[in-house]
């Protein structure tokens, strides 16, 4: 499946004198060049599915975690990695920490992906609510990251210019 | 980023973009564990729609569910 955007563009003026937009939808066979360029290329499935490309470095390595004298509910495997998310100008890499959590045996299927702005947070062991370790229970991972404003992350104010 | 992006708003200088660019590249270190994660639906949450929506879209386009 290929991703279509819809950007909005003007079409003159209705009858009662306020602007309408309508949407034209873009995909690599448009051939107006000037809405290609605005939407062609924002992201490349090929580049971000390119495990070659994630420069992972290990900032912890898998352990055991979670788990309690009295159960092994909410009981995982945990791995903490730095990955380049991607070379956002020329010379300079985005990396970002990413928590992966999965269940204490066996392997997953599918997971569960969010954000945290608290980038300090990700280097402690990660410790599952009722909710999420129902979800581990189940054989679904969780995967965790930093979502932050590029200005507001130590050692990377560059990266936004 | 936010100059270049109000010069013609092309979105590759949105500020929200390295977010889902993030997450959709979590996704892939995450698969990259193949010992640890299978193949399986991958839901998604946050405060961002800005961040979601498109890691959500690629996902989809890779047949990940």
């Known amino acids: ?161 | 980023m936010q100059k270049l992006f109000q010069e013609d708003f092309n979105p590759r200088y949105n500020p929200s973009r390295p977010w889902s660019m993030t997450q959709m590249r979590a996704t892939t270190a995450a698969y990259a564990e193949v010992a640890y994660f299978g193949k399986g639906k991958v839901p998604g949450s946050g405060g961002s729609k800005r961040a979601i929506s498109p890691a959500v879209a690629l996902i989809n386009d890779q047949g990940q569910e």
Do not use: C
Request: no cysteine; net charge negative.
């Open chain 1, 1 to 161: 499946m290929e991703t279509v955007f819809f950007p909005i563009q003007k079409a003159g003026s209705a009858s009662d004198g306020t602007e309408q937009a309508t949407q034209i939808p873009v995909d690599s066979k448009t051939e107006n060049s000037d809405l290609k360029k605005n939407v062609d290329s924002i992201f490349s499935t090929a580049e971000i599915s390119d495990q070659s490309s994630l420069e992972t470095k290990i900032l912890l390595d898998w352990h055991p975690a979670g788990a309690t004298r009295q159960t092994l509910v909410g009981a995982t495997r945990q791995k903490l990695v730095e990955i380049n998310v991607a070379e956002w100008w020329p010379g300079q890499d985005y990396r970002i920490p990413v928590r992966l959590i999965v269940p204490l045996e066996g392997k997953s299927q599918g997971f569960h992906i969010t954000g945290t702005e608290e980038l300090e947070s990700l280097s402690k062991d990660f410790k599952p609510n009722a909710f999420e370790a129902k979800l581990l229970a189940n054989g679904v991972s969780l995967v965790m990251t930093g979502i932050k404003a590029l200005n507001t992350i130590p050692g990377k104010q560059a990266l936004k210019q």
